[in-house]
């Protein structure tokens, strides 16, 4: 068996960076494949150009169920209140500064 196992195309490099950051926090290594191809946009086809996320085998099926999760709850877009950054509903952290979005939501309650 491969050390590492796909467990998540992305749509692109932010939003692999975001899951990555997800899984990192719940203690899973990630790996990051097909980054460095984006450098390539427009000589290769954009579907060509595929972020993948590797976990190892013993955290796939932990990694299955954030990225259910990921996938299944749609929240509106947020604005940190730390650094004011704009973050998609499903980021759980700030994409700039790392602030947790229920820290923030339950500040604004």
Same mark, same amino acid.
């Given at each position: 068996? =491969? ?11 932010? %939003? ?6 997800? +899984? ?7 790996? &990051?494949?097909? %980054?460095? +191809?984006?450098?390539? &946009?427009? %000589? ?8 993948? +996320?590797?976990?190892?085998?013993? !955290?796939?099926?932990? =990694?299955? &169920?954030? +990225?259910?999760?990921?996938?299944? %709850?749609?929240?509106? !877009?947020?604005?940190? =209140? ?7 509903? =499903?980021?759980? &952290? ?16």
């Amino acid at each position: 068996m =491969s050390e590492w196992v796909r467990v998540y195309q992305a749509a692109n490099s932010l %939003e692999a960076h975001a899951i990555k950051g997800a +899984l990192e926090v719940s203690g899973i290594k990630v790996q &990051l494949k097909g %980054e460095a +191809l984006a450098g390539a &946009l427009g %000589e290769l086809p954009a579907n060509a150009i595929e972020v993948t +996320l590797h976990v190892r085998p013993k !955290d796939i099926t932990q =990694s299955q &169920l954030i +990225l259910t999760r990921y996938q299944q %709850e749609p929240r509106p !877009d947020w604005y940190c =209140s730390h650094c004011g950054e704009h973050n998609a509903g =499903s980021f759980e &952290l700030c994409w700039q500064c790392g602030q947790d979005a229920k820290v923030l939501q339950s500040e604004e309650s």
